[in-house]
């Protein structure tokens, strides 16, 4: 198995023939097709089967494109690192997971962070449950990610960044009437919605739960983020989350916050990234400015949490974040 062969494998599955794929590698459709004939025989496993339409992966065939995709990207990484190595200002594409109870707050000031100091660092992000976050870093699909559950994964390297807790969030007539923090036992009996038992922060409240001997009250259980959002704004249940950004006054739907205590639920938030893949220039820092940011947003009262840095990182990180690390 050679590069060739996995460029080959993936021109044409994009394109849908070998025709086409032999067109876009500017090579002759035998020596394409004799690319593709190399992988199965040495795989021995059929790759495509032809259709009406052209040709189309088989289930082995979908599998190693998934590989070679990874392959190909980690690839470009490396040359992007090795070339802007030599140069003095990083440039070049990092793929970066965000979790999506972040994201509308993070992700528009990663972007301006970067254009004022690394404007030729070109980020992409992919949005998820902080599962599906978790997920794509653990399998080396992007190059870091912001992740709660970072102890979770296997072969990931994580730096805890803030230690955040989470609310009741809801229309004033469920969350309150009263305002202030509300014990958890309290919040619990509330009718809520939530996801369910596969994402970290339905884990998290459901252990908090459990040890102080309460009940969850739970109306709806779902997985979507636009489904969530949408049944709290018509006031049907709250949500127990986190909480990274002040509630706006100007919503159609109002929404009060009530912060959990006795217990108070926590969970810690980290930058993670892949143990068997080392971080590209680029991709070091996009990561400083996810903890500045983090870490600013922390100590502004912006993102309801505190700041947890290991002592063993601020020397590390002294250099780039002089402002955040004292």
């Not at 190399?38 to 082995?60: D, I, S």
């Not at 969350?175 to 619990?188: C, K, M, N, Q, S």
Request: net charge neutral; aromatic share 4%; glycine share 6%.
């Amino acid at each position: 198995m050679n590069l060739k062969q996995l460029n080959a494998l993936v021109a044409v599955f994009e394109e849908g023939s070998f025709s086409a794929a032999a067109q876009r590698l500017n090579i002759v459709q035998p020596a394409l097709s004799q690319q593709i004939i190399g992988l199965e025989k040495e795989l021995a496993v059929q790759l495509f089967e032809r259709t009406n339409r052209g040709v189309a992966p088989t289930r082995h065939g979908q599998r190693l494109v998934n590989h070679a995709r990874l392959i190909l990207r980690q690839m470009e990484i490396a040359r992007n690192d090795l070339r802007t190595s030599l140069e003095s200002e990083p440039a070049g594409d990092v793929i970066i997971a965000l979790p999506v109870t972040v994201t509308a707050f993070l992700a528009p000031r990663l972007l301006a962070w970067l254009e004022q100091h690394y404007p030729r660092i070109r980020l992409h992000i992919v949005e998820g449950l902080s599962s599906e976050s978790g997920h794509v870093v653990e399998t080396g699909k992007v190059e870091l990610g912001v992740n709660p559950n970072a102890a979770e994964l296997d072969d990931v390297e994580s730096i805890p960044v803030l230690r955040e807790y989470f609310y009741l969030i809801g229309a004033p007539d469920l969350v309150g009437p009263e305002t202030g923090d509300i014990d958890l036992a309290d919040a619990a009996s509330r009718p809520l919605i939530l996801g369910d038992r596969t994402h970290n922060m339905r884990r998290v409240i459901d252990e908090h739960v459990v040890a102080a001997g309460a009940r969850l009250n739970l109306r709806f259980e779902q997985n979507g983020p636009k489904t969530l959002t949408s049944v709290v704004d018509q006031g049907l249940a709250c949500i127990i989350a986190n909480l990274p950004m002040p509630l706006p006054d100007n919503r159609t739907h109002p929404r009060l916050a009530r912060r959990i205590v006795n217990p108070r639920v926590q969970r810690l938030m980290t930058v993670a990234w892949p143990r068997k893949r080392p971080l590209s220039r680029p991709a070091e820092r996009v990561r400083d400015g996810l903890i500045t940011l983090m870490v600013e947003a922390a100590r502004a009262g912006d993102w309801q949490a505190d700041v947890v840095l290991p002592a063993e990182q601020m020397p590390a990180l002294k250099n780039v974040m002089p402002n955040i690390v004292k």
